[in-house]
């Protein structure tokens, strides 16, 4: 049978932990085929980000037209976009990407700036979901955001804004919260005990996409891919790989 064509387009993660790495093997470890356009190139291991390398608007544009003229794609990720040209390459062409997942990322796990709210938030209302994590729901809302309570509030007000859904995570409360069709729902499970969570929310929103192209209604696809996270999370828990936080397991079966 043929797979399902998952698109990512998103930064280069150099240490493999993030970026197009982790989406392209949750692609795979998910059973689709995954296809990419590279926004940025990051150099940075599990220490953090040392230099970036922003792709020209103009290669952006080709990569994406060279996938969409010959690949079915069912659903695609959008990760880092830092320049506002480069986001307007995918809102041009937004009529042609199905099941659209954002993930705003704006700040590595190490702490290193990668994009701005208003970079991002153009994309917000053409999303099928949108995944931020509370940090980055805070700074795409101006506030910070610290409780389950604030991650609702946070949630509806993100939904106003134009996507269809919208998944707000707390991994270290291992609570998400999720806003779909003007009902949120509160999605609980138990914290896992590791330090190497570098790229989880890379590999969260792509899970998502690659249960959007199955057929998985938003609720089904989320929940899916919580529990991928959490076993890649256990997974790679006793990994020692660089000499900070390191990636999760995505290969990792029934831990």
């Known amino acids: 049978m043929t797979p399902p064509v998952v698109l990512t387009i998103a930064g280069s993660d150099s240490g493999g932990g993030a970026g197009i790495q982790a989406d392209l093997k949750t692609f795979a470890a998910l059973g689709a085929y995954g296809t990419s356009v590279i926004t940025a190139i990051t150099a940075q291991n599990t220490l953090g980000v040392t230099d970036v390398h922003g792709v020209p608007a103009e290669i952006v544009a080709a990569q994406l037209d060279a996938v969409l003229a010959d690949f079915p794609v069912a659903a695609v990720k959008v990760g880092m976009i830092s320049d506002p040209a480069v986001a ?4 041009e062409r937004a009529a042609d990407l199905p099941h659209l997942v954002v993930d705003p990322v704006l700040v590595a796990t190490a702490g290193s700036r990668l994009s701005e709210p208003a970079v991002v938030g153009v994309l917000l209302p053409y999303a099928g979901v949108v995944t931020p994590n509370r940090h980055e ?19 509806a007000e993100i939904a106003r804004l134009g996507p269809r859904a919208v998944v707000v995570t707390g991994s270290e409360l291992a609570l998400d919260v999720l806003h779909v069709a003007g009902e949120t729902t509160l999605l609980r499970g138990e914290p896992v005990d590791t330090r190497n969570n570098h790229g989880s929310g890379c590999t969260f929103s792509s899970a998502i996409a690659v249960r959007l192209a199955a057929g ?4 089904v696809a989320v929940a899916a891919a919580k ?14 790989l660089g000499a900070g936080p390191g990636p999760l397991d995505h290969f990792a079966r029934s831990i």
């Open 137 to 155: 729901a805070g700074a795409l809302l101006g506030r910070v955001i610290e409780t389950a309570e604030e991650m609702v509030s946070a949630a």
């Open 227 to 240: 529990e991928y996270v959490r076993r890649g999370l256990r997974g790679g828990a006793a990994w020692q």
């Open 216 to 219: 998985d209604p938003v609720p």
């Open 88 to 91: 307007k390459v995918v809102l």
